[in-house]
């Protein structure tokens, strides 16, 4: 049976409790554990595939189809433990959930309360795969006293107190702001948050304390008096440079010591740290630079492309060189010529995004890049701006567009090159959706099949000719103009097993030029950087040297 770690936070939100999970999580990996790691999240949202990415940053997809948190995208990065639906869930979906056995009558009747329905339902989340695992990581969105949370507090309360002794522990994310007027670190709100933690029954086990300024260690003795928790429970949580920092920062510091002595694991196992020593290595002694243009539509918040500037510094690592991503407004381009913006880049990665602001702007990147020879990437809206591009060029099909923005009754005519996907086959079944389709989790999401021709940029990439990915979305590129556009240099260098499906295209004589309608960022690791990724940087990194 698994042991438990429950990740709550105090003070302030985003103090990265997120990326003390997956650290803890690496860190457990690296002594010889295994873990999973999962997210609750208290907003009433069923789960955020409808909500916009300037409310809750980008949109992680489990191989299994579930729209998630894009914690889970941490996580996945630092242990490579792939997510699954059940690693997720919402208020939204708990409440969901017990309204439905409420309505079939499942309760036979009872009056439904959150204690003990609404928790026995985060209970039953909690114990799914417990047995799978020695170590189950369970972070608890939002901050101690927040009224949606309360529920989730109180499931997290009950579960320990109904385990035996030593098989649940609590670590708690706060903040230690620094006073510049008395040049000092204040303890008061955190002491503030673990009373506010106490009160509702949970007391902490390990403190995690952010701060911008070294801890005094009579400020630590101080916290543990107040607190009640030991002194070297106390761990400081400074400032990185980068993420790929935390695991190390977080084993010098004591966490994944404390957590062992949490649970009287001893002797604890040595840790194997190479991995991420090896990690750190390529990042700090990156033997030269790239840049990359983002060009999208979401760019006035960088979480909501978290995967993808992730997995572009880890197709740096992959060549020992830094990425300078520099981020873009497609928007800009419908306004102006992109050559002054784009001049100087060695490479333009288009991302996905949804409904059609900014989408001719990403057509004139995908030109650009095609004419001017730059490495691209256009990943699932950004591949189908690239084929539209040319569909309009190239192929005689001057009005080409997508079904997504011009279906409106009164538009003008245009060519559906992109068209709203009705059928698809997903394992052996058929699945069927109409545009009126409630928006929630009706896309093609999850992992699917590709087959790749042998001898493609694609298949160089990979070393393989069978590749399975996940995507998200709802249009797909019209096979019925594959004639036109191989005529025009593309290549259709990927195909779903039914042959019906584009999944990768490229431009046979162009350096480095391919869009994909899945999300490859998704699968990128630190140490396991995605091969796409790898070989777009790979190619950036020729560009430079040939200027």
Known sequence: MARYVFITGGVVSSLGKGLASAALGA???????????????????????????????EVFVTDDGAETDLDLGHYERFTGVPARATDSVSAGRIYMNVLEKERRGDYLGRTIQVIPHVTNEIKEFLRVGEDEVDFMLCEIGGTVGDIEGLPF??????????????????????????????????????????KELRAIGIAPDILLCRSEHPIPEKEREKIALFCNVRPDAVIPAYDLRSIYEAPLAYHRAGLDRAVLDAFAISPAPRPD???????????????????????????????????IAEALTHGGMANRVRVRA?????????????????????????????????????????????????????????MQ???IELARD?????????????????????????????????????VERKPTDAKGGTMRLGAYTALLA????????????????????????????????????????????????PEIVEMRDHPWFVGVQFHPE???????????????IRAAVEVSRLV
């Not at 033997?287 to 760019?299: D, L, N, P, Q, S």
Request: proline share 6%.
């Open 27 to 57: 860190l457990l990996q690296a002594r010889g554990f295994t873990v999973r790691l999962r997210k609750l999240d208290p907003y009433l949202n069923v789960d955020p595939g409808t909500m916009s990415p300037f409310e809750h940053g």
């Open 385 to 387: 701006m690239a084929v």
């Open 153 to 194: 507090f109180e499931a997290i309360r009950q579960f320990a107190h109904e385990r035996p002794a030593r098989a649940c522990i609590f670590v708690h994310v706060t903040l230690l702001p620094f006073l510049a007027a008395s040049g000092e670190l204040k303890t008061k709100p955190t002491q503030h948050s673990v």
């Open 454 to 501: 042998p001898g493609s940029r694609a298949a160089a990439a990979y070393g393989a000719t069978t590749i399975e990915e996940r995507h998200r979305h709802r249009y797909e590129v019209d096979i019925r103009y594959r004639d036109r556009l191989e005529a025009c240099g593309m290549v259709f260098s990927g195909m779903s097993p039914d042959g019906r499906l």
């Open 273 to 307: 740290l190479r991995r991420w020593e090896d990690v750190i290595d390529r990042l700090e002694n990156a033997e030269g630079e790239v840049r990359v243009a983002i060009v999208g539509k979401y760019t006035r918040l960088e979480d909501a492309y978290k995967s």
């Open 522 to 536: 998704l699968k990128s690791k630190p140490f396991a950087p995605h091969p796409l990724f790898a070989d777009f």
């Open 394 to 430: 190239c192929a005689g099909l001057a009005d080409a567009g997508s079904e997504e923005f011009d279906h409106d009754a009164g538009r003008r005519r245009f060519t559906p090159v992109v068209y709203h996907l009705k059928e698809w086959v997903q394992g052996n079944r058929t």
């Open 326 to 382: 520099e981020w873009i407004d497609a928007e800009i381009f419908e306004r102006e010529d992109p050559s002054p913006w784009l001049e100087g880049f060695q490479a333009i990665l288009v991302p996905g995004g949804f409904g059609e602001r900014g989408t001719e702007g990403k057509i004139k990147a995908a030109a650009f890049a095609r004419l001017r020879r730059i490495p691209y990437l256009g990943i699932c809206l950004g």
